[in-house]
């Protein structure tokens, strides 16, 4: 039997480069007979980062083929499930779109986040593909207390999570559609600048840099912060179209199944076309996936320093009353990362006059967020086994060679 056919929307800014890179390896044979990318972006002149090792696959593996659509136009969608002459239908769909960043309005959230994957998913489900995975990012607020599994009702955090969320609703209102939902936990990896982690090691080399601790608005209490590596969001999300194909979705339900619970206004139900019923139940099947290494906003940050050389720290409790008293902490607390980071990649040898990466946090990466996933679902029912398992000083070393590798990341005497 031949290797299956995929295609991938979206997500060439976040994850769907590492997934492509599993699928179509620079070394070793690829897992599939074609693999088609859909994305808003232009790869040629890139319009968004993508790392130096996409462009390498694009050139040499006539397996991968890059669309640049907009996927608003559920015409153009539907034309992107044709596959190219003389290969057979897409056997697994990946879909990765919908907008990431925190501060979009409602209106682009439903827009782009739940149509463009509610049409995405009902042509899906027209064409009979075997396996439908949908990547969900971690915009949720858990109990600090424990891991959380995917019984427990957990509360989406802002617009950006009541959309994402409402998205899985949607979905999963889909007769026969083939789907697996994969939750996961704050993401990082090489090539990777979108997220908290990125945004934490690129701040904890400043402080290296300028070695000075890295300090937090908030207490070192347990604030789970779990994390997972690329490497394992790509064989995370493989697994689960191949634990998905042979099944379909009834029998998928009933090993997997959770009920999606209703998170939003009822009052959206009549504005928002394809929005199921607030009453209505919804099941699908839904795993966590995060790393073992169970870390914290604490474990990270000194993760981070100490491979910086320095160490991570907590403001005391009077300059945190002053900080959280002025309106304008977070251009403070930015005037000191993104100064350092300037001068880091202005003195680089040789300097580095464009990078994708940024010092900036904005208020979202800055505010105090607790994401505790339980990974032991997943594992159990597909087998997998996790490549990263720990987020660790090589882990971070990994990441910080390939932006040097690049010309991303300053090179510096000291």
Not at 230 to 237: E, F, H, P, R, S
Not at 332 to 348: A, R
Request: glycine share 6%; charged share 20%; aromatic share 10%.
């Amino acid at each position: 039997m031949s290797p299956p056919n995929v295609l991938v929307f979206g997500g060439l800014n976040t994850c769907s480069r590492a997934l492509v890179g599993l699928l179509v390896p620079l070394e070793g044979e690829p897992l599939v007979s074609h693999v088609r990318v859909v994305d808003k972006f232009s790869v040629e002149p890139p319009t968004t980062y993508i790392g130096a090792e996409f462009p390498k696959l694009l050139r040499s593996k006539p397996e991968l083929e890059y669309r640049q659509a907009n996927l608003t136009v559920a015409a153009t969608i539907a034309s992107m499930f044709d596959p190219p002459e003389g290969q057979s239908a897409y056997d697994y769909v990946f879909d990765f779109t919908g907008e990431v960043q925190f501060d979009r309005t409602e209106m682009i959230q439903i827009d782009r986040t739940c149509q463009v994957a509610r049409m995405i998913g009902l042509e899906a489900a027209k064409r009979k593909v075997k396996s439908y995975v949908r990547l969900q990012h971690p915009f949720y607020e858990t109990s600090a207390k424990g891991s959380h599994d995917e019984k427990e009702d957990i509360k989406p955090e802002g617009v950006a999570g009541i959309w994402w969320h409402e998205t899985l609703r949607m979905l999963a209102a889909i007769e026969d559609l083939n789907l697996v939902i994969l939750r996961i936990g704050y993401v990082y990896g090489p090539y990777t600048n979108w997220g908290s982690i990125t945004s934490a090691i690129t701040v904890a080399s400043v402080y290296g840099h300028m070695k000075k601790p890295m300090k937090s608005m908030w207490s070192p209490g347990k604030n789970p912060t779990h994390t997972v590596h690329t490497t394992d969001v790509a064989g995370g999300l493989w697994a689960c179209a191949q634990w998905m194909a042979p099944l379909g979705r009834k029998e998928a339900d009933s090993l997997a199944g959770e009920v999606i619970i209703f998170h939003n206004d009822k009052s959206k139900t009549s504005q928002v076309e394809g929005m199921p019923a607030p009453d209505k139940k919804l099941i699908a099947p839904l795993f966590n996936l995060v790393d073992d290494s169970n870390s914290t906003l604490l474990s990270v940050g000194q993760t981070m320093t100490s491979f910086f050389g320095t160490t991570f720290e907590f403001f005391n409790l009077l300059e945190n009353t002053v900080l959280k008293l002025k309106s304008d902490a977070v251009e403070d607390i930015n005037e000191h990362h993104v100064g350092g980071w300037t001068e880091m990649i202005t003195t680089s040898n040789p300097p580095i006059p464009n990078t994708p990466l940024s010092a900036y946090m904005d208020t979202y990466a800055l505010e105090k967020h607790v994401v505790a996933f339980s990974n032991k679902k997943f594992l159990e029912v597909t087998g997998y086994k996790l490549k990263q398992p720990q987020l660790t000083h090589e882990t971070v070393k990994e990441v910080v060679d390939k932006w040097k590798e690049e010309g991303s990341w300053p090179m510096l005497d000291a």
